[in-house]
């Protein structure tokens, strides 16, 4: 299993345990699943049927998002103004990460970041901002936004972000 930890503040924010995809060569795509915890539960990884999520919540459980609780990602919030001005920011500190390791990569890196980041702008209102654990503002935010379905979350982590570590 691998590990996806941002590069800036060291904070775990996936992993290859969900279903992910690669877009663009610039983002890990994880596929994530609303989830309902109770006091005590211990996830073992098995799929509660609807009607034990259903008695769950009536039984004091909270409905929370799998990569989130797992992750123990905080969420935050944004307007285009300010995350494009965190991006900005990001960006600058993961090319600087990248010119020290992997100096090859910076250029396709730049465009395919711009690139990107202009399609997460062009729909800002559609994402949920996260970031990792300790909340670090120079951090990475992890996006999330939902299926055609309106209910099944997926979230971006920045490839160029992250240092992949196996476990």
């Not at 590990?3 to 877009?23: H, N, P, R, T, W």
């Not at 994530?32 to 211990?42: C, L, R, S």
């Not at 969420?75 to 993961?94: C, E, G, N, P, R």
């Not at 250029?107 to 990792?132: Q, W």
Request: proline share 3%; aromatic share 10%; with cysteine.
């Amino acid at each position: 299993m691998k590990l996806f930890i941002d590069i800036i503040s060291g904070d775990e924010l996936g992993s290859d345990a969900y279903e992910m995809k690669e877009v663009d060569d610039i983002v890990y795509e994880l596929d994530a699943q609303n989830i309902v915890i109770t006091e005590g539960d211990v996830d073992i990884g098995g799929n509660p049927s609807a009607e034990e999520q259903a008695e769950a919540l009536e039984n004091g459980g909270q409905q929370v998002i799998n990569i989130v609780h797992s992750f123990r990602l905080q969420q935050t919030s944004f307007d285009k103004k300010q995350y494009m001005a965190h991006l900005k920011d990001y960006m600058k500190a993961v090319k600087t990460k990248l010119q020290e390791t992997n100096p090859d990569r910076v250029p396709a890196f730049e465009k395919g970041a711009a690139a990107f980041a202009k399609k997460v702008l062009g729909n800002i209102k559609d994402y949920d901002f996260f970031t990792g654990e300790s909340m670090d503002p120079n951090g990475m935010v992890v996006l999330c936004n939902y299926r055609e379905d309106g209910v099944t979350p997926f979230f971006l982590l920045w490839k160029d972000g992250c240092k992949v570590t196996k476990i």
